[in-house]
């Protein structure tokens, strides 16, 4: 077995990818990762041991955040950057036990490995299969896997210029626990509901960073056409990089399109002021090979989803920055003031052809808490009429498995009297149907990116109030989310900490769960795996 992977939902056989990511990582990229994580949990261990104040760490914190979302599927496939994260967060612990007076350093601590074949070796003692007991080794990885889906959004915040040392000190807390032998599966249960409980705080962050900056999400309706410029495709989830590209390309002739998770950055008001951000380019991240070679021009990822890029040519028009890496594509780093320059992308635009059209028409979204609240007295008005029956939550993921198909399918099929409420890329299955509306609300509300999935939150919560309600599982809304990855593991454990029950997920369990937890699961919360259209549409609707 030359790696063990199983933390996204296309891993192999549903089990574990042993010999090459099914998302394309190598064993060697894998094997990084994992010495990169048990890094992170000495490192961890040293700060819970010394009874250090995470508010005196700002540059070890933002590393350990970074470190967390280069592992995450499809964020970073380059050895070289995997490897050198290694070293600096070997560093930064060594820096740190030197000042701390712990009489009885664990492993974690104090390994050492100088040479690329020693880090290799190592790696391939600490991985996931470390944990021998079945059971102990799920809760210990969908803690670790909630972790990083925290740290990516607490990233994001923090490239706004918002930080909240408490979501930094329990990620200490929680890595350092996943080393501790002592706890019992119901102490890592009540673990994995307190990451959930830390999840919904990063959310609200990155929610209150993202709207002080560029004002509350509106409805808008996006181009899905293309002009006739030269233009730089964007993709990913960071807007402070969409942001400065914007500012980049105002008036050099070159357009600005969104993909993918960067769709919902229309809606910002802060954006609409720019004349060349132009519209979205294609769906969901999987179909990226096809879309990028019509795009004709560079492409930049701000973080995942990356696909391995079989054509040389749409290699050398693809640029990284932040924890995403590819080898062979040129990763661009901030500056010392913090800023990126993005001219090489600009410079590429414009000796490339304009996009090619793919498709025509518009989308319309921005539906976040805050714009649906504004017409709470419309939505509540149409429940109490029985115009609108229920809510149908359709958060999460899209992928590439054929399986996939169930959600637009299950869209499609969804009673008249239904409204989606989705957020993240899952949308793309089902975000162009003519669904109609409902006395002139939407029947798809598309709250945004993952992330926005807090939006879904807070709207659920005020309909509870509205309504009266002593528990959120009263209301009219069932949950059937799509998951990928890790940040929409975060998302499952932010809804179980907040008392979300009966929640289906799919299209298959995750594969991190063994018998046991996942029996755990169906028990105490009413987790489900998302069956047939015709059997969910009867469980749901009959």
């Not at 626990?177 to 830390?198: E, R």
């Not at 399109?257 to 380019?281: C, D, I, Q, R, V």
């Amino acid at each position: 077995m030359g790696m063990f992977c199983y933390q996204c939902q296309e891993t192999a056989k549903g089990t574990g990818c042993t010999l090459r990511g099914v998302c394309g990582k190598t064993e060697q990229v894998a094997n990084l990762q994992d010495l990169l994580i048990y890094t992170l949990k000495g490192i961890s261990q040293i700060v819970v041991e010394g009874k250090l104040d995470a508010t005196s760490l700002p540059q070890l914190n933002q590393q350990m955040m970074n470190s967390l979302f280069m592992t995450i599927t499809n964020a970073n496939f380059d050895e070289d950057a995997i490897e050198t994260q290694v070293k600096t967060m070997l560093q930064m612990r060594d820096d740190l036990l030197q000042k701390t007076n712990i009489a009885n350093p664990t492993e974690a601590m104090i390994f050492t490995a100088h040479t690329h074949e020693e880090r290799l070796e190592k790696a391939n003692m600490v991985g996931v299969l470390a944990t021998a007991n079945e059971d102990v080794r799920s809760l210990r990885e969908m803690i670790t896997y909630g972790l990083k889906g925290m740290a990516a959004y607490a990233q994001h915040a923090y490239n706004l210029g918002k930080q909240n040392p408490e979501i930094a000190a329990f990620i200490y807390t929680a890595l350092a626990a996943t080393l501790n032998d002592t706890l019992t599966a119901d102490d890592l249960v009540a673990l994995t509901l307190q990451t959930g409980q830390h999840g919904v705080t990063a959310m609200a962050l990155l929610d209150a960073a993202n709207t002080a900056k560029y004002g509350n999400p509106e409805i808008t309706t996006v181009d899905i056409g293309v002009r006739s410029n030269p233009a730089i495709l964007i993709s990913g989830h960071d807007l402070t990089d969409l942001e400065q590209l914007l500012e980049q390309t105002n008036g050099s002739g070159v357009d600005v399109y969104t993909h993918s998770e960067m769709l919902p950055a229309h809606y910002y008001p802060a954006f609409k002021k720019y004349p060349h951000f132009a519209g979205n380019y294609g769906n969901a991240w999987w179909k990226q090979l096809d879309e990028f070679k019509t795009f004709n021009g560079p492409i930049l990822f701000t973080t995942n989803c990356i696909v391995p890029p079989k054509d040389e040519e749409i290699k050398n028009r693809i640029f990284t920055t932040g924890a995403s890496g590819y080898p062979g594509c040129q990763h661009i780093v901030p500056n010392a003031d913090g800023k990126k320059d993005f001219s090489a992308i600009i410079a590429m635009a414009k000796k490339l052809p304009a996009p090619q059209q793919i498709e025509t028409g518009s989308i319309v979204g921005g539906f976040a808490h805050n714009q649906v609240l504004q017409l709470a007295d419309t939505v509540v008005d149409a429940v109490k009429s029985g115009a609108i029956k229920k809510f149908v939550v359709m958060a999460g993921c899209d992928g590439r498995m054929p399986s996939r198909d169930y959600y637009t399918q299950f869209a499609e099929k969804l009673p008249q009297d239904t409204v989606i409420l989705t957020a993240g890329c899952a949308k793309y299955r089902y975000n162009k149907l003519p669904l109609g509306d409902i006395g002139g609300i939407p029947r798809v509300l598309d709250a945004g990116q993952c992330n926005d999935s807090y939006s879904l939150v807070v709207i659920a919560l005020k309909l509870k109030e509205v309504f009266g309600l002593d528990d959120i599982n009263d209301l009219p809304i069932i949950y059937n989310i799509a998951w990928y990855e890790q940040k929409a593991v975060i998302v499952l454990l932010a809804l179980l900490a907040l008392g979300v029950k009966n929640i289906h997920l799919g299209p298959t369990l995750p594969g991190f769960l063994s018998p046991n937890v996942a029996n755990v699961l169906v028990e105490k919360f009413g987790i489900a795996k998302a069956d047939t259209v015709e059997k969910d549409m009867e469980l749901f609707f009959s």
